[in-house]
Structures are given as structure tokens and as C-alpha cells.
């Protein structure tokens, strides 16, 4: 069983990425999936869900409206766009399965069961 998150990049502010998390070993359209970013020093903060049934997504208000996710055409992949990216967005992105819709919604980084291998997203001019 393995999950990781690839695509990071070093993009100047306003640009764009796609970041995705796959999964082998289960099939991730069977569960709620979180993606969180780290920056040194801090605490890993969670950033959006999707749900379970991916009839509900939640983002955390600093990227609210500039960054999506949804799940992939097959069952092992879930992504995470990331648009009208600003320096503050720069961290190590994680994404995180095996965790409760509730917890998943809430942003928790508690009882996640399965955390993916980060990638780093740089955003600077």
C-alpha cells in the first residue's frame, strides 16, 4: 500500500499546477481524501476534501476559489489544481486517505490512516 503526491513545481505568482496523488495497493475512489501543505516551523495544514462519495468538497478559506480537487478517471488518483498561485501558497503539499468524511471536512490531520509522499511547491518571481 502506497500513496504519493507528485507534480510540485517552482512557478511564479499567478501561474499554475496540477498535483496528484496515486495510490496503489486499494482503490482510492473508495475513501475520503484530504490534501495538506507544510511549511518549516509550522504545523501541517489541511487544505481541501473530497468526500467519500465525491458528492462534497471543502476548502480552507485561503484557497478557496483558486484551487480544486477531484478524483481522477480511474480508481487510483485524485488531483488537486492549484491556480492564481501566490508566494504564501509555497510549502510541501501531502495528500492523506483513510480518514473520516467528518475529520476529512474539518481539515484534521488526526487519525489519518495513510499519509502520501509530499511534493514541493515553490511559488516566487
Known amino acids: 500500500v502506497r500513496l504519493v503526491a507528485s507534480g510540485g513545481d517552482s512557478v511564479q505568482p499567478g501561474g499554475a499546477l496540477t498535483l496528484t496523488c496515486t495510490v496503489s495497493?486499494?482503490?482510492?475512489?473508495?475513501?475520503?481524501v484530504g490534501w495538506f501543505r507544510q511549511t518549516p516551523g509550522k504545523e501541517r495544514e489541511g487544505i481541501s476534501c473530497?468526500?467519500?462519495?465525491?458528492?462534497?468538497?471543502y476548502y480552507r478559506d485561503s484557497v478557496k476559489g483558486r484551487f480544486t480537487t477531484s478524483r481522477g478517471n480511474g480508481k487510483n488518483t485524485v488531483s488537486l489544481h492549484l491556480n492564481s498561485l501566490k508566494p504564501e501558497d509555497t510549502a510541501i503539499y501531502f495528500c492523506?486517505?483513510?480518514?473520516?468524511?467528518?475529520?476529512?471536512?474539518?481539515?484534521?490531520?488526526?487519525?489519518?490512516?495513510?499519509w502520501g509522499q509530499g511534493t514541493q511547491v515553490t511559488v516566487a518571481s
Open positions: 473530497l468526500s467519500e462519495n465525491s458528492d462534497a468538497t
Open positions: 495497493g486499494f482503490a482510492l475512489d473508495d475513501y475520503a
Open positions: 492523506a486517505t483513510h480518514i473520516s468524511d467528518y475529520l476529512c471536512s474539518q481539515f484534521s490531520a488526526s487519525d489519518v490512516g495513510l
